[in-house]
């Protein structure tokens, strides 16, 4: 029997700081386009789960499982919230794919949301911080930003990584963007704009930084048999690999690489029985730019301390040998945290369908996708195929 | 109920005022803070106390520019993740220096500061800031061989 996973409908709602709308009108938007996009009748929906990872702290509102079932009109099936911080959203894919292929349910809604433009900047990042191990982190006065810049820092001094490097993630993500209808920021920037941005914490600046975002991502999955009878571009996920590491970034042997990356990448690459030379096209977690360039690595694109190296290469540009980041990444198509891990299978299905527009990259077959949680202590790594 | 942040920080006082993790007898790795639980060994794991001598290495740092309300007024600070002579790695702020002379690899030592407020009329958390020993204690600056004490 052939038991695997399909994608059969994707939505999202336009990213940016939506000021003229709540969690739900946006929650609501991403999952009606993902069940128009799969032709499903409401009815044959008999699961729903949520990723989001701080709708209490962001909007004084939690129970989103219920919430999402109400505001969908989809009756009285089960609902299901998870949280993993900024891999809230991969996980929530995970636990449909695990739900659908033990058989407890066959047609899923999967959404990811974040609201954060309901407060300020400051605590913004505050509630990001928790992704963080707070007590003995982030009350010492480590904020988020902080603890990418050790890596950052860290990179340098191993590997000779130099600032330029550290700008490059970001004007290949904004260049990319700027052809996605969806993302946040549509407009290129140029790399001596990114190099003379704010510090935010040094050598980290703000445009090294994914932005504070509201939106939200929607999957309709489902069993492989039944995909047949709703879609003929069903796009498969061959494998879901999930792992952790240490909360605390200093328990660490290594913080200039995520073993939690390198393992749940190699997994699901078995699982799937594919190489990583076989991947056409990659969404890797850039909430800091260092993030990209060491995922760069973990994954295998590019040798340990070479991920700068890469970048500057062009290898990860749509076009290069393995585009990185088509959407625009967390970076330019906006981090709705518990949405993020959402919009990236959502990025990976349309350019698998052919559906990615102007950054489709041509002929991709075999796509896969990097979900961080805080600084590395969550990975999910999903592989899909056409 | 407790005043915020009173019942969380007086619960750890061991460990942030002296810095005071454990270690596992059995495999003989440090940790701080201290674990309920050896990761290496597990249920072969003996834990002791164990307070660290606050000597190490600055391992990474950074000078946070943009911090949360508790910490605006020490803007722009440095922060670090110190390298412990026992092995262990913490994340502490680096005080006493100027921001343009840290360095990885720079040596430092424990000091007691003010760490933050809860709030407008919360309480004051205190503990572990960290220093270059040079200018203190005048060692040198050159790190010290594990296990021997100095």
Known sequence: MSNRVAIIGVGMCKFGELWDQNLKDFTLEAGMYAIFDAGVPGSDIDGMVIGNMSAGRFTNQEHLGALAVDMGGLGDIPAYSVEAACASGGAAVRQAYMAIKSGEHNVMLVLGSEKMSDVNQTEAMNTISVASDWEWEGMFGATFPALYAFMARRHMYEYGTTEEHLALPTVKNHANAAHNPWAQFQSPVPIDVVMKSGMLADPLRVLHSAPVTDGAAGLVMCSEELAKKYTDTPVFIEASDQRSDTLALHDRKSITTMNAVVSSTKGALMEANLELKDIDVFELHDSFSIGEIILTEDVGIAKKGEGGKALEEGITEIGGKFPVNTSGGLKARGHPVGATGVAQIVELALQLRGDAEKRQVDGAEKALAVNIGGTGATSIVHVLRR | ?150
Not at chain 2, 29 to 35: D, G
Not at chain 2, 77 to 90: K, N, P, S
Request: proline share 7%; hydrophobic share 35%; aromatic share 10%.
């Open chain 2, 1 to 150: 109920m407790a005043e915020q942040g009173v019942a969380s920080v007086w619960r750890r006082i061991k460990a942030i005022y002296t810095i005071q993790g454990n270690m596992c007898e059995t495999c003989g790795t440090y940790y701080f803070p201290p674990r309920p639980v050896c990761p290496e060994c597990r249920r072969k794991g003996k834990l002791e106390l164990y307070t660290f001598k606050g000597l190490g290495t600055i391992y990474s740092f950074t000078v946070v520019r943009q911090a949360p309300e508790d910490f605006k007024r020490q803007m722009p600070y440095v922060i670090a993740q110190i390298e412990l002579d026992e092995g262990t790695r913490l994340t502490a702020q680096i005080v006493n220096v100027d921001i343009k002379d840290v360095k990885i690899g720079m040596r430092v030592r424990s000091c007691f500061r003010k760490i933050k407020e809860f709030g407008p009329g919360g309480i004051i958390a205190y503990g572990y800031k960290f220093e270059p020993t040079m200018k203190v204690t005048g060692h040198e600056e050159k790190p010290i061989p594990k296990g021997k004490s100095q």
